[in-house]
């Protein structure tokens, strides 16, 4: 089985502090991890992903996300908030072992508020 | 490219009604998923389609049922309507190799 948990249901930072939004998540096998931002009455946008290789994966608008296989983590990093960050954060995980699902699991979502 | 786009954007329904969503996939893509996400809730995965087939399903009842055209489009179906069934509900498309999914703007359905 696969889960995947976003431990805060919302993070404040203020504009230009970095922020973090955290994602723990539990498969059988290796994981594809995913980070997708929602803003208001719009659908996911795609952010990044981790397949293989690297443990920094870096995506748009200047988001990167560290997988720790060791602590089972994902979590989502940037270096300078920007108020246009403020959005509804998701965190997605794929079991690739035998028998896992072709389909992601969302977490429940980390709102992001990012104060002037 | 229009990316995926769905339809119509708002609906509003009394409960035992039966109700269609639309969705077009972004261009060259083959394999649609649709999520239902009730307020507060990441996406929950109802099934996903390919070659006009179900390939997977998720612990979704019977009274959610699609469809996918040969043009890769593809509808949702819900019968005999819940207040439960209130929802923003995504449709993603994709390539079958590939996981990486993009998402439509989402159809919010409202069940009175």
């Known amino acids: 089985a696969q889960s995947v948990a976003q431990p805060e249901d919302q993070v404040n930072v203020a504009e230009g502090n970095p922020l973090t939004v955290k994602c723990t998540y539990s498969?059988?096998?290796?994981?594809?991890l995913f980070w997708y931002v929602q803003y208001p009455n719009r659908g996911l946008q795609f952010l990044l992903k981790?397949?293989?290789?690297?443990?920094l994966v870096k995506g748009s608008y200047g988001f990167e996300a560290e997988f720790n296989k060791s602590q089972t983590s994902f979590h989502l990093k940037k270096p300078s908030a920007l108020v246009s960050d403020s959005a509804l954060y998701f965190c997605?995980?794929?079991?690739?072992?035998?028998?896992?699902?072709?389909?992601?699991?969302f977490g429940r979502g980390t709102s992001l508020i990012v104060h002037p | 490219d229009a990316g995926v786009t769905q339809s119509p954007t708002h609906l509003i329904k009394t409960r035992g009604q039966q109700v269609t969503l639309r969705c077009s996939p972004k261009?060259?893509?083959?394999?649609v998923s649709w999520y239902q996400q009730a307020l507060g809730q990441g996406p929950q995965f109802i099934f996903q389609?390919?070659?006009?087939?179900?390939?997977q399903r998720g612990n979704f009842p019977d009274r959610f049922s699609g469809h996918q055209f040969p043009n890769y489009s593809s509808e949702l179906n819900v019968n005999a309507l819940l207040l439960g069934d209130s929802a923003l509900y995504l449709c993603?498309?994709?390539?079958?190799?590939?996981?990486?999914?993009?998402f439509g703007p989402g159809t919010r359905l409202t069940v009175l």
């Open positions: 981790y397949i293989t290789g690297d443990n």
């Open positions: 993603a498309s994709s390539l079958a190799t590939v996981d990486e999914q993009f």
């Open positions: 498969v059988s096998g290796n994981p594809y």
């Open positions: 261009s060259g893509h083959d394999t």
């Open positions: 389609y390919y070659e006009e087939e179900e390939r």
């Open positions: 997605a995980v794929r079991d690739t072992s035998s028998g896992g699902s072709y389909i992601p699991t």
